[in-house]
């Protein structure tokens, strides 16, 4: 199976397309933000440092993500494709990231593009809940992400948390930051013809888009 990354801006859900993809094709979701969130607990500089970038909603720098990265995709588990959430963010760490392909002998594989209107992305990070133990992603703002249960999680019954950097102040911050940095690999991927667009408003019908464009891909 080719190798999926998810361009998007903050809260468009690429964490619960992942999260579903991951189901249904069997393969790893990676996210750059959960690496960060893991190394930002460990108690050294480095750690620290991830830690104070997260919670402005600036960009972590290239190289520790780039090492993040690298590592993981060592991983066998990532041999039959895998889905990259959260990276490559910048044209730098595109390049970078062809390198580490061309060095693990991997592809490129394609790109997702989910586009959300801003106020409603707005809301779902503003409401948003995340699942520690399994990944699902809740909103406490829109009644029909709610979990069934207040604080709980419907799928493994984990408790329900908010992450820091889940705030109105952040997302702009976040929001403008995807605009300039990551906006340009919209034109990146596009020239190399494997870019595909999704608008992504309601969970299931933006799932049986992506699984659209899978199946094509499949089927060629
Ligand atoms: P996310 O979970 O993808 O929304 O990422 C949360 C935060 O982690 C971002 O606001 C950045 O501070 C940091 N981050 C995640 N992925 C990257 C990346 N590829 N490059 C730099 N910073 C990142």
């Known amino acids: ?4 990354i998810f361009i998007a801006p903050p809260a468009a859900g690429k964490g619960t397309q992942s999260k579903l ?26 750690g620290k440092f991830i830690k104070e970038q997260m919670e402005q909603g600036a960009l972590v720098s290239d190289d520790i ?24 963010r910048n044209i730098e760490q595109a390049i970078a990231y062809e390198k580490i392909l061309e060095k693990l002998n991997k592809t490129l594989g394609i ?27 809740y909103n406490e703002i829109i009644e029909e992400s709610k979990p069934k249960e207040t604080g709980i ?42 870019l595909f667009r999704v608008e992504s408003n309601d969970i299931e019908e933006t799932f049986q888009k992506i ?4 199946q094509g891909r499949i089927e060629l």
């Open 111 to 137: 790109v997702i593009l989910l586009e959300v209107d801003k106020e409603l992305a707005c809301k779902r990070i503003t409401g948003r809940l995340n699942c520690p133990k399994c990944g699902s992603v």
């Open 211 to 214: 699984q659209n464009i899978l």
């Open 65 to 88: 993500i780039l090492e993040l990265i690298e590592e993981r995709l060592k991983e066998t588990d990532c041999d039959n494709g895998y889905i990259l959430d959260g990276f490559p």
């Open 153 to 194: 999680c419907d799928r493994c019954g984990g408790e329900l948390i908010k992450r820091n950097d889940d705030n109105s102040d952040t997302f702009s911050t976040r929001y403008d930051t995807y605009l300039e940095k990551t906006g340009p690999l919209v034109e990146y991927y596009q020239n190399k013809n494997i």
């Open 21 to 46: 993809l991951c189901d249904a094709y069997h393969i790893p979701h990676i996210s750059t933000g959960d690496l960060l969130r893991d190394a930002s607990k460990t108690e050294n500089e480095r």
């Open 1 to 4: 199976m080719e190798s999926i």
